[in-house]
């Protein structure tokens, strides 16, 4: 049984930070991050701050964050304590990595001894609530606070007992984040392309076409050293098959449909096609340098672009080259839009939290402080790490910065607010793992693809033998889901 119990424990804590998609997740592909930003030197080391005041009260934080996030939200936390400090007597904030994170959150969770705010991820909302680790905010959020976010950050930490996204509301947004496609055109130039329309995305047809003529030999030493896109089956993989109509599992989320898929089929024929027809880089050459670093390189022609990763994009030192977005090729069994994934990772408080008010006040100043999010966007500092959480800062001040100069951003920002907000040409909704108790099921997936870009399967085959051990995996995660709610 307590086996059992901690098997629980660490999906549904790998559920809450592994596949967020927003600018702090690490998990490694190829020496990369999950986003396909470097990880950073100096980042592996824990900080401590306490802030105090004249009160009573304490609350613990503890969080994951990048060196450049910390200062940022260091200053929130001290300014909170200011405009409480007849309540509070200490606020200590924790900062760490999120492998650190991981390791620590297990031993909270098996000796029930959590922060009063920490994180929580959308595929870990229903697991955390029924195994009684977070509180609900309807009473201590107003509807003003959570009415200034993105649409979907209400939805994906929403909680009835039964179904994600209505119900209870358990957190406040750190960020909402989305893969949008970026290009590079200095290659678009020189091989005398016009740029991708971003009113109007490419084919599979198109694209392809595009990529075969951006793939080139360019020392003619008889070896492809520029490639149309580079591709990371964990993350830069589903939007290809997103974008024609494809879904892994039955509407209840309880049955794995690949192996008689035709959208499926087609669109994973198209994606590892791609490899097969040489117009990205090999598995053997990815492994050996990731496409994130031939991105920077000016190796590639169309790479994924978190909005994580505009500010090292834009940045001459980093990415010495002209780029702008555009959306995922759109699929011939789609519904003509461009789609992909978006992903968050949200402030949670504590169900034992002593001071859940005041923890609560606290979530709500570092996810919808306007003086906050302008810093975290860019609009103060110049630098965007996010887009702001704040549906009218986002439209307005942030674009008004991006319009005149002041914030460097690509042109095409229209792209990302598209896929967030949805309109005829796109959209992006959360991964189907988000929906499912742990992300396990998918696994064999992801990892199985390369044996079809390397030859060694047909797609056919790969989606026959994949079911069943696909089925057992998700059968597993919901074992895991009724073991909690019993």
């Known amino acids: 049984m307590k086996k059992?119990?901690?098997?629980?424990?660490?999906?549904?804590?790998?559920?809450?930070?592994?596949?967020?998609g927003c600018s702090t997740t690490t998990v490694e592909e190829s020496g990369e991050t999950a986003e396909g930003t470097p990880s950073e030197e100096g980042e592996d080391e824990t900080t401590t701050d306490s802030f105090t005041g004249n009160g009573d009260k304490t609350l613990n934080v503890f969080l994951y964050m990048q060196e450049h996030e910390k200062e940022i939200y260091k200053d929130l936390v001290a300014e909170f304590v200011d405009e409480h400090k007849d309540e509070i007597k200490e606020v200590v904030f924790e900062i760490t990595t999120q492998d650190e994170y991981n390791t620590k959150m297990i031993a909270n969770m098996t000796a029930n001894d959590l922060p009063d705010v920490f994180y929580v991820g959308p595929s870990a909302v229903r697991s955390y609530v029924d195994?009684?680790?977070?509180?609900?905010?309807?009473?201590?959020?107003?509807?003003?606070?959570?009415?200034?976010?993105?649409?979907?950050?209400?939805?994906?930490?929403?909680y009835d007992g039964s179904n994600v996204g209505s119900g209870s509301l358990y957190a406040l947004p750190k960020d909402l984040s989305c893969f949008a496609f970026a290009y590079n055109k200095d290659l678009f130039d020189e091989a005398g392309l016009d740029y991708p329309d971003p009113e109007n995305p490419y084919t599979y047809d198109e694209f392809m076409e595009v990529c075969k003529a951006l793939t080139k030999d360019k020392d003619g030493d008889g070896e492809v050293d520029q490639w149309g896109v580079?591709?990371?089956n964990q993350f830069g993989m589903t939007p290809y098959l997103y974008s024609n109509g494809v879904k892994f599992l039955s509407d209840d989320m309880t049955k794995v449909n690949v192996a008689n898929n035709d959208q499926l089929k087609e669109a994973l024929t198209f994606y590892t096609d791609l490899t097969i027809e040489g117009v990205t880089?090999?598995?053997?050459?990815?492994?050996?340098?990731?496409?994130?670093?031939?991105?920077?390189?000016?190796q590639i022609g169309f790479y994924a672009c978190g909005t994580w990763d505009v500010a090292a994009f834009m940045d001459d030192a980093t990415f010495p080259y002209e780029w702008d977005l555009c959306g995922w090729p759109v699929g011939p069994s789609g519904d003509g839009k461009s789609h992909t994934w978006m992903g968050s990772v949200g402030y949670c408080v504590s169900a034992n939290s002593e001071n859940p008010d005041l923890a609560a006040q606290l979530i709500a100043k570092l996810s919808t402080d306007e003086n906050g999010q302008k810093a975290v966007s860019g609009i103060t500092t110049g630098n965007s790490i996010q887009l702001p959480n704040i549906v009218d800062l986002a439209y307005g001040e942030?674009?008004?910065?991006?319009?005149?100069?002041?914030?460097?951003?690509?042109?095409n920002m229209d792209v990302i607010f598209g896929y967030f907000d949805g309109n005829d040409h796109y959209e992006a909704a959360l991964q189907e793992t988000d929906y499912t108790y742990n992300a396990e099921w998918f696994d064999p997936f992801w990892q199985g693809v390369s044996n079809i870009?390397?030859?060694?399967?047909?797609?056919?085959?790969?989606?026959?033998?994949?079911?069943?051990?696909?089925?057992?995996?998700?059968?597993?995660?919901?074992?895991?889901?009724?073991s909690a709610t019993n």
């Open 131 to 158: 195994n009684g680790y977070v509180l609900a905010l309807d009473d201590y959020v107003d509807a003003d606070t959570v009415g200034k976010v993105w649409g979907t950050t209400q939805e994906i930490y929403r």
């Open 398 to 411: 942030f674009k008004d910065a991006v319009a005149d100069g002041t914030l460097p951003f690509p042109s």
């Open 281 to 298: 880089p090999t598995v053997d050459q990815d492994a050996a340098l990731g496409g994130y670093q031939r991105w920077l390189d000016g």
């Open 230 to 232: 580079a591709n990371a």
């Open 453 to 482: 870009q390397s030859g060694d399967i047909t797609v056919e085959e790969f989606l026959q033998e994949v079911e069943p051990e696909m089925q057992s995996a998700l059968d597993n995660a919901i074992e895991l889901q009724n």
């Open 4 to 20: 059992k119990l901690l098997a629980m424990t660490m999906a549904m804590l790998m559920g809450a930070v592994a596949v967020t």
